[in-house]
């Protein structure tokens, strides 16, 4: 979230899409209806009608897989209605850029398109420069080949006729969204944006999230109380653990995995560190070395020093180009490439697209070993359904793990609030803390090593990790500490100080940090400020709901990101009504400004620090697949042909190719009905918590799917039904749920259904059904392959046998 | 000053964080359900199920209304139940005085089952349950424990979106009143459901009709025919050698 | 049946309640006070985070004895205000659950069933496997003769459960022992 769950209550519209927020967030309708009491209209755009649209002043169902139609039509609205936000979109955004030379887009390709091996050339998409480098502007915005006037130009298809075709979305609908939502461009109004898995789970998702920034940006929403683009983080820690970069991709704080073709920590810092000749912009990233030092000086200890790289060798590095997402280590697995595989607190064979493949390649491991609290779909694929244990020889080791009130540390909530929960009873049985297993886990195989040594032991022995897991310990550790007496920005700090904030990282070996976002977090010995429970504010601050004294934010404590955005160049909010921040000639008042120093009237800088020009990106060069986002249909259409472009899918998927891995074709008529997957309130994401939990499966007991009265009239189907799905893939039973709530779309002048099932319910709990993913493809999006969950297409028919769902 | 609830479904998303906090706070097992073709389950009320949140959906005019229902006793200013059961066995339901919470004793366990049925019966809501494990009436008692330690029902406690409200009954008349105003802006149907004889008093926005069969309440007489005294005289026979 | 529900209930106010007992020749008895005591007497309080999605929603446990007794939400915390929906509601039954696995399990190679084990047999066997395939697979250079240093053939996927500092030894741990093909929830 760019804001915070409070802040929703600052909005004047709130536009839900690919999100259930009610549903799978509840919470956070506290704060969605406070808007609605303050006169905001909210607005839920989603294929199916949820307890969500149920809250809404209006619900609009569109086809799944569609979002960049209808947001591409709301973009175009807004330019023709002279809604965008003038000052914001010429002073703060790219909006002025003008494109080289190079730059183009014909028939749904952009220019740099290699046919072969299906990648972009992205020095195509580059901002012609002047002789230092500086991007050339035109803050009139009216040379044909600013950005501004090239997604005029691109979204001009993106009319209320042919959105509404493609999404299925009445005209009218479409206008009232274009014409609620456009209002927040007035400089003191603004709209927020929620989203979840339902813009993320496409093969077009980062695009899809891209499009909405764009809009926000259009409208000077992001930077402002009410505003901003947010994310419903679905997962406890999953802020978090994406910070610390459970992840192939990254280090701590999003640094890039180092590549094999950066063979030294210069020849990384020289590929990754941005640089920039406009003195105006921050370039926040150009301090990406000091960072990447205190983490291995935080890895290694004394054993990193200036003389070693600090340690970079031990580093592994990556082929640059390959890809290491969990669909392709699936895939490899499958392939017997794979031979071990540690499975911490995740369901993959439940929640992995294409489960069936999962399932399979499971056995093909030497070993497995598995940190959980119940037994799962995974732990037990072994003595799954149709499979016969004795053939199987992977070797499994279950470790139990604890639960949340059993240990102590902190987790990051959507918002970015870091907040300590405290161990308030004993583990059950023998089980521990995953901190505590890993570390013991590490420490016996360092101690083999130790003993006998073996293959390249350096990293394995120089790993500065303590035999004991301490939480307490290990969150001044991400903080990070001084290594030795030292002065940095003018101050003096003694050797084992923790360091006030990233500000003082440094690159010479003399701070740690495990993760430098969270720097600041831990200033003080023995002041946790993750522990803050202390409601105090300003009446500033209390007029947005900003509690900047409770817990802490990263980063440094700023609750609202960007909101140097949120003022204009003399320092003065937008909405005097609800600043965030505001300078009063000599300092600034309300949240922590972003980047600090004065506006930019007086010298200040770029709003947008963490780019490297300084501006927030309409046109965005740094995604694989465009610089502007384009409709694609899903890799699985009930079309025949992409009414915007003869490109049918999103043209840089990398198609994962096995026996196991197939896909219907484009309109298939064996597979017409689209499925859309998702979640439910009562039970969590694959269910292994809440289907052991009876009082929730006592709300939610079984496996069903949700279908309009018309596709059960068409095929025969009456509610309560047990149904069958089948996808060219697999097939899954589940209990019909007829309802008013789903309704068949118009498309191109054709009836398409959609019908909707959640993925929750498993065969480890008898009787309730068992995977949903059985169905989905393993396809996903080419910047971040997170799968194509929403929008796969399938057939139901009665069922003529009930083998699923006896319970 | 006895306590009161406003339920303002207008607000509900239906979450079920009241239905599941009530089976928490009681320890009430789970009960054994299935899919039919609804998100309501369990189907009904029941004696390990004292809050309920029912679902009913409707397509009117283009528009599809998805009402939900959290179902409670509605502690009754003159309790029927507490009516009929008098009549059997004083004490075995009882009025909290300090509350208005209508309670029902341990001595609902020396009904016998047509006793509890007639009782049953005499609620016009049909909430109360008869619990075969444990033979008694059960049905929700306001968390009485909490609210005389200076707590909120569970359910109230939980509910995310201020649908549920608690507190003395003249700052909920008060609300309801409010909310009513402000919800009939966008709902002219919107309307309290028996403000003046219940100490749980729903705000909904459609026809009270639509929400389930027993929210319009009913007449309290199970055998046609009969007039409220015989009814009430049918009650009194059983016990009469109990107290004579 | 043509009484109305609301005719009826202001028939039962002004005097069945009387009727049955009047009858009977007793007076009509004054309502008993009713009195309880909590189930969360002497319990100390302690503050968790719910565990399901990032509402963060602070949570109290009161604990007595050492057991869980009852959870509910902390009305300090700015976001929930103390509500919670009902994965959060559950929490003490997430804890307190005879469905969760207490003791280490093992599974042997095409055995039928998992047998116990204790934590010394579990890490030392799980660190053998880990060094046996590091020892064997792990690669120094690749194909151009750049050094890697990594480990291709074990993976590790999860998990947005852990917290931060659980995160934070994790990833240590993981890129320490070479293995860098790393995924969680962050990608489905």
């Known amino acids: 979230m760019t804001n915070h769950w409070i802040d929703i209550k600052n909005s004047n519209a709130v536009l839900i899409m690919g999100s259930n927020a009610a549903e799978h967030h509840p919470i956070s309708f506290k704060w969605v209806l406070r808007a609605r009491d303050n006169g905001a209209m909210v607005i839920h755009v989603d294929p199916k009608f949820s307890r969500t649209s149920a809250r809404c002043d209006l619900h609009v169902p569109l086809r799944s897989g569609t979002d960049i139609a209808f947001l591409g039509g709301m973009l175009l609205y807004i330019l023709e209605k002279n809604l965008y936000q003038k000052d914001y979109v010429t002073e703060y955004t790219?909006?002025?850029?003008?494109?080289?030379?190079?730059?183009?887009?014909?028939?749904g390709l952009f220019s740099g398109f290699d046919p072969q091996k299906h990648v972009y050339d992205r020095k195509k998409w580059d901002f012609a420069r002047d002789d230092k480098g500086v991007s050339l502007r035109d803050k009139t915005l009216k040379d044909p080949r600013c950005v501004f006037q090239v997604l005029k130009k691109h979204y001009a298809r993106y009319t209320p006729d042919m959105v509404s075709k493609v999404t299925g979305v009445s005209k009218q609908n479409l206008l009232t969204v274009y014409e609620t939502f456009g209002a927040t461009g007035k400089p003191d109004k603004a709209g927020t944006m929620m989203y979840a898995l339902g813009w993320t789970q496409h093969t077009v998702g980062v695009q899809n999230i891209r499009l909405a920034c764009m809009i926000q940006l259009l409208l000077g929403n992001i930077g402002v109380a009410g505003g901003g683009i947010n994310a419903l983080r679905g997962e406890p820690n999953v802020q978090g653990s994406t910070d610390h970069a459970l992840l192939w991709h990254i280090l701590p704080g999003y640094m890039p995995a180092p590549l094999a073709s950066q063979q030294t920590l210069a020849d990384y810092n020289t590929a990754t560190t941005p640089k920039t000749n406009d003195p105006l912009s921050m370039n926040w990233w150009q301090n990406g070395p000091k960072y990447t030092v205190s983490l291995l000086k935080g890895w290694f200890g004394d054993a990193a020093t200036k003389d070693n790289d600090f340690g970079y060798a031990w580093t592994p590095k990556i082929e640059p180009g390959e890809e290491y997402s969990n669909m392709f280590m699936f895939d490899r697995l499958y392939k017997k490439q794979m031979k071990g595989a540690i499975f911490f607190g995740h369901n993959p064979a439940q929640s992995m697209p294409n489960t069936n493949k999962i399932r399979k390649s499971l056995a093909n491991l030497e070993w497995m070993v598995m940190g959980e609290v119940h037994k799962t779909e995974t732990t037990d694929f072994w003595r799954g359904p149709g499979v016969d244990p004795k053939k199987v020889d992977t070797e499994v080791f279950l470790l139990p793990s604890c639960h949340r009130g059993e240990k102590g540390g902190t987790t990051t909530n959507s918002g970015r609030w870091q907040m300590w929960h405290y161990k308030g009873i004993e583990p059950m049985g023998l089980s521990k803390s995953m901190g505590a297993i890993y570390t013991e886990l590490f420490h016996a195989v360092r101690d083999l090593y130790a003993k006998e040594g073996g293959a390249f032991p350096d990293p394995i022995l120089n790993t500065d990790l303590p035999r004991q897991y301490d939480p307490e310990q290990t969150a001044m550790k991400v903080n990070g500490w001084f290594t030795r007496d030292c002065e940095v920005n003018g101050k003096k700090f003694k050797k084992g100080d923790q360091v006030p904030s990233f500000a003082f990282l440094t690159a010479d070996g003399s701070t740690t940090s495990l993760c430098w976002l969270y720097s600041g977090g831990y200033p003080e010995v023995g002041k946790n400020l993750s522990k803050r429970r202390d409601h105090s504010q300003t009446p500033m601050q209390a007029k947005i709901g900003l509690f900047p004294n409770f817990s802490w934010c990263w980063p440094v404590n700023r609750r609202i990101i960007y909101n140097r955005a949120g003022v204009d160049v003399h320092g003065k909010p937008f909405n005097p009504e609800l600043p965030v921040v505001a300078w009063d000639g000599k300092d600034w008042a309300g949240d922590v400004i972003d980047?600090?120093?004065?506006p930019m009237a007086q010298g200040g800088k770029y709003p947008f620090i963490m780019l490297t020009e300084g501006m927030s990106q309409i046109f965005g060069p740094g995604r694989v697949d465009g610089p502007l986002p384009e409709h694609y249909e899903p890799a699985e259409t009930p079309l025949t042909k992409n009414p915007f472009s003869s490109q049918m899918n999103n043209p840089i998927i990398r198609w994962i190719m096995s026996d196991m891995d197939k896909f219907a074709k484009h309109g298939d008529p064996r597979y017409p009905i689209v499925l859309t997957t998702y979640s439910l309130t009562e039970h969590w994401l694959s269910g292994t918590d809440s289907r052991n939990i009876e009082v929730l499966l006592e709300a939610e007991p079984q496996l069903y799917v949700e279908m309009s009265h018309e596709l059960a009239k068409e095929k025969g189907i009456q509610n309560g039904d047990v149904v069958e799905i089948e996808s060219i893939r697999g097939k899954v039973q589940a209990v019909a749920m007829v309802t008013v709530r789903v309704v068949p779309f118009k498309i191109m002048g054709k009836t398409v259904h959609l019908i909707g099932m959640p993925f929750a319910f498993g065969w480890t709990t008898p009787g309730v059904g068992d995977s949903t993913n059985r169905l989905t493809p393993t396809v996903g999006d080419p910047n971040c392959y997170i799968p194509e969950y929403k929008a796969s297409l399938v057939n139901i028919r009665k069922a003529t046998k009930v083998t699923e769902l006896e319970r | 000053m006895p306590k009161s609830f406003l339920i303002d479904t207008s607000r509900c998303i239906a979450c079920r964080g009241c239905q599941i906090a009530c089976k928490e706070w009681k320890n009430h097992p789970a009960v054994h359900t299935k899919q039919t073709g609804t998100h309501q389950n369990p189907p009904d009320l029941g004696p390990y199920n004292f809050k309920l949140v029912r679902f009913k959906e409707y397509k009117m005019k283009n528009r599809v209304e998805w009402l939900f229902f959290p179902e409670q006793c509605r502690h009754c200013l003159e309790p029927g139940c507490k009516a009929g059961a008098d009549a059997i066995l004083e004490g075995a339901i009882i009025k909290d005085p300090a509350t208005g919470a209508v309670i029902y004793t341990d001595l609902t366990k020396k009904f016998t089952p047509q006793q509890a049925e007639d009782v049953r019966a005499m609620c016009p809501y049909n909430v109360p349950r008869w619990d075969t494990k444990e033979g008694k009436l059960t049905k929700c008692d306001m968390c009485i424990d909490r609210v005389q330690a200076g707590m909120v029902p569970a359910c109230v406690?939980?509910?995310?979106?201020?649908?549920?409200?608690?507190?003395?009954?003249?700052?909920?008349?008060?609300?309801?009143?409010?909310?009513l105003a402000e919800v009939k802006k966008t709902f002219?149907?919107?309307?309290?459901?028996?403000?003046?004889?219940?100490?749980?008093?729903?705000?909904?926005?459609?026809?009270?009709?639509?929400?389930?069969?027993?929210a319009e309440g009913r007449a309290p007489m199970p055998v046609p025919g009969m007039n409220r005294q015989e009814f009430l005289a049918k009650l009194v026979k059983p016990v009469r050698p109990l107290i004579g | 049946m043509n009484v109305s529900r609301r005719g009826f209930i202001k028939l039962l106010g002004a005097g069945t309640a009387c009727y049955g007992l009047s009858r009977l020749g007793l007076d009509v008895k004054p309502a008993l006070a009713y009195a309880t005591s909590l189930k969360t007497a002497g319990s100390k309080e302690v503050l968790s985070i719910c565990p399901y999605c990032s509402c963060g929603c602070n949570i109290i446990m009161s604990v007595r004895d050492g057991q869980l007794i009852s959870s509910e939400g902390d009305p300090d915390y700015p976001v929930s205000e103390g509500s919670l929906c009902p994965k959060g509601a559950a929490f003490r039954a997430l804890h307190v659950n005879k469905h969760r696995i207490t003791k280490p399990l093992y599974r042997a190679p095409g055995a039928t069933d998992w047998v116990e084990k204790d934590w010394d047999f579990m890490l030392s066997t799980i660190a053998l496997r880990i060094k046996t395939a590091r020892d064997r697979d792990f690669k120094t250079k690749n194909d151009k003769g750049q050094a890697v240093n990594r480990l291709d053939t074990v993976f590790s996927v999860g998990s947005a459960l852990m917290d931060n500092e659980e995160c934070a030894v994790t990833v240590q741990a993981l890129r320490g022992l070479g293995i860098y093909q790393i995924d969680h929830q962050a990608r489905v």
Do not use: W
């Not at chain 1, 980047?595 to 004065?598: H, Q």
């Not at chain 2, 002219?188 to 028996?194: H, I, R, S, V």
């Open chain 1, 94 to 107: 790219n909006a002025s850029f003008i494109l080289g030379k190079d730059y183009g887009f014909k028939d």
């Open chain 2, 157 to 179: 406690k939980t509910c995310c979106t201020g649908t549920m409200s608690f507190g003395e009954r003249d700052a909920m008349l008060k609300l309801g009143a409010e909310r």
């Open chain 2, 188 to 214: 002219p149907k919107a309307q309290l459901l028996d403000p003046e004889d219940v100490s749980v008093i729903y705000l909904v926005t459609e026809e009270r009709k639509l929400y389930h069969d027993f």
């Open chain 1, 595 to 598: 980047g600090g120093g004065p």
